[in-house]
């Protein structure tokens, strides 16, 4: 005791709890960017972190989309119960429609002023990636006679190397040189899907439908309009047909975009105009014909793709060009059951026309898709799947195949890494299917059944909404693409000696000198 009034010295030890205000963290599974296809989820861990003895908070998220739920809602954290951390699963719907921006909101109803942070998380919804099963180019196995051959068309100026598209492969119980794609060509001694592929509407025989892409046609273009006209002066015939009688008892009709009037084209065939005519089209069908695409020509605005029903070759022309043909087109190739349903072209820009390819965006979805194009792993890390296609490509579109000069020899091993353009060219279209042979011989991704692309495949890489194809496929994960022609496996059945090749540049598809060479990027997979 001490008295009063007199100060008293104490020794000893004195112990103090000193806390960290109580707070809630919000973090993200991914942790930022985040983009999740329809189908798809995320995670949103809520963490509670200083206090001492925090009671349960009750951690709620509520979003406006209403595509999202959340799994594990309304979840609980305290530091007494030792429950420090919870974790939200949001889940965006399968049929889910793209969207940007959305916003999901955090709050604790348990005590609303401990606030979490962040309290909103933004995230997009993806455009999904449904997969499509390309058509066959329509070429088939031909040999010099008199061996013999499938198709009329075949002579002594026409061939099918090993590799060609023409040569196919052997499929068991179907047979030998069967075509790569959905087969309404040739497949074996099995039936084709579809058969037919051309049939009359029922209801109206002036149009038919398309069994292989679920569309239908006029069967004579010239019931749209008989002469020749302009790019706008198409789509605003066929809007006027729609807000009159229409056609066929129809009042849908839509001038096609370029993937849809080229799925018109046979490219085994020597005059496709004549050959559409043979499959019930009117003889309106000209060889010489140019037919106008909805499909704007993006590095020039002011022009519009056209397809030459003769050769069905794909070039740009003027949109004031008076030279071009109308055919309408109806029909949801992406809702129907047809087996080779058409994608969408890329093109999102409608350019102030009503009934263009961008106002409608017709074809099924994914060529825009952030998740089309998926990176492999392990031993496929150096190869890229295309989740509409199903094809598998080389990461590198410059494999080195050849010295790089004239006159481009060929490589006895392949580099793979390959920087130099140059050393992917090939001097003739039978290097290019040589060239292949030696790839698989390294097997490149573990696999050894690389293939030259034939004309379908190698134009399922081109996106017609952007200026510089090849810019755009290197900013998907690809490397080194060039902005130049690529080789297909599609011999020009219009004129002998020639190949059919895409340039990677602006898309165009056309005929060229089979001696001409040019770029090689190989291809697996597929139907």
């Known amino acids: 005791d001490s008295p009063s009034g007199q100060t008293q010295a104490l020794s000893g030890t004195s112990y103090v709890n000193v806390f960290t205000p109580a707070s809630i963290a919000i973090t993200t599974n991914p942790a930022s960017n985040i983009s999740v296809a329809p189908g798809g989820s995320f995670t949103v861990t809520a963490t509670l972190t200083g206090g001492y003895n925090v009671p349960a908070q009750t951690i709620s998220a509520t979003t406006s989309n209403s595509d999202t739920t959340f799994s594990n809602n309304n979840c609980a954290i305290s530091s007494s119960a030792g429950l420090g951390s919870c974790t939200i699963t949001v889940n965006v719907g399968a049929n889910a429609a793209a969207a940007t921006s959305n916003t999901i909101s955090f709050s604790n109803t348990t005590t609303p002023s401990m606030t979490p942070a962040p309290n909103t998380v933004s995230f997009a919804i993806a455009t999904p990636v449904t997969r499509i099963y390309l058509p066959q180019?329509?070429?088939?196995?031909?040999?010099?006679?008199?061996v013999g051959s499938f198709t009329t068309t075949c002579g002594s100026a026409f061939t099918s190397p090993i590799g060609s598209d023409g040569y196919g492969r052997n499929i068991p119980s179907y047979g030998d040189y069967i075509p790569y794609g959905v087969a309404w060509a040739y497949n074996g001694s099995v039936a084709l899907d579809p058969t037919p592929r051309f049939v009359i509407d029922s209801a109206d025989s002036?149009?038919?439908?398309?069994?292989?892409?679920?569309?239908?046609?006029?069967?004579?273009?010239?019931?749209?309009?008989?002469?020749?006209?302009?790019?706008?002066?198409?789509?605003?015939?066929?809007?006027?047909?729609?807000?009159?009688?229409?056609?066929?008892?129809?009042?849908?009709?839509?001038?096609?975009?370029?993937?849809?009037?080229?799925?018109?084209?046979?490219?085994?065939?020597s005059s496709n105009a004549v050959w559409l005519q043979s499959q019930g089209f009117s003889s309106s069908v000209l060889a010489n014909n140019v037919y106008w695409s909805s499909t704007t020509y993006k590095r020039v605005i002011e022009n519009a793709w056209g397809l030459t029903m003769y050769s069905g070759s794909l070039s740009e022309y003027t949109k004031t060009n008076t030279s071009g043909y109308t055919w309408p087109v109806r029909g949801n190739s992406a809702l129907s059951s047809a087996p080779a349903k058409?994608?969408?072209?890329?093109?999102?820009?409608?350019?102030?026309?009503?009934?263009?390819?961008?106002?409608?965006?017709?074809?099924?979805?994914?060529?825009?898709?952030?998740?089309?194009?998926?990176?492999?792993?392990?031993?496929?890390?150096?190869?890229?799947?295309?989740?509409?296609?199903?094809?598998?490509?080389?990461?590198?579109?410059?494999?080195?195949?050849?010295?790089?000069?004239?006159?481009?020899?060929?490589?006895?091993?392949?580099?793979?890494?390959?920087?130099?353009?140059?050393?992917?060219?090939?001097?003739?279209?039978?290097?290019?299917?040589?060239?292949?042979n030696k790839l698989n011989s390294e097997a490149l991704c573990g696999h050894n059944?690389?293939?030259?692309?034939?004309?379908?495949?190698?134009?399922?890489?081109?996106?017609?909404?952007?200026?510089?194809?090849?810019?755009?496929?290197?900013?998907?994960?690809?490397?080194?693409?060039?902005?130049?022609?690529?080789?297909?496996?599609?011999?020009f059945s219009v004129v002998a000696g020639v190949k059919w090749d895409v340039n990677l540049f602006d898309g165009v598809s056309s005929g060229s000198a089979a001696l001409g060479g040019g770029n090689v990027w190989p291809v697996r997979g597929g139907q």
């Open 342 to 436: 058409i994608p969408q072209t890329g093109q999102t820009e409608s350019y102030n026309m009503v009934g263009s390819d961008g106002s409608l965006q017709e074809g099924v979805l994914g060529t825009n898709a952030s998740n089309r194009f998926v990176a492999g792993s392990g031993a496929e890390a150096s190869c890229i799947s295309d989740n509409q296609t199903g094809l598998m490509w080389p990461k590198n579109g410059i494999i080195g195949f050849s010295i790089g000069s004239a006159p481009y020899t060929l490589l006895a091993t392949p580099i793979l890494n390959n920087t130099d353009a140059a050393k992917n060219q090939v001097t003739t279209w039978s290097d290019a299917l040589v060239a292949i």
């Open 449 to 491: 059944d690389w293939r030259l692309p034939n004309l379908n495949e190698l134009r399922s890489l081109v996106n017609y909404g952007q200026t510089h194809v090849a810019n755009w496929l290197n900013n998907q994960g690809f490397s080194n693409v060039y902005p130049s022609t690529y080789v297909s496996s599609t011999r």
């Open 137 to 146: 180019t329509g070429q088939q196995y031909c040999v010099p006679t008199p």
């Open 206 to 269: 002036n149009c038919i439908i398309d069994n292989l892409t679920g569309l239908e046609w006029l069967k004579d273009p010239a019931m749209a309009n008989a002469g020749k006209t302009s790019w706008n002066s198409a789509l605003t015939i066929i809007s006027n047909a729609n807000n009159g009688v229409g056609y066929c008892g129809h009042k849908d009709w839509r001038l096609p975009n370029v993937n849809e009037i080229s799925s018109l084209v046979n490219y085994g065939v």
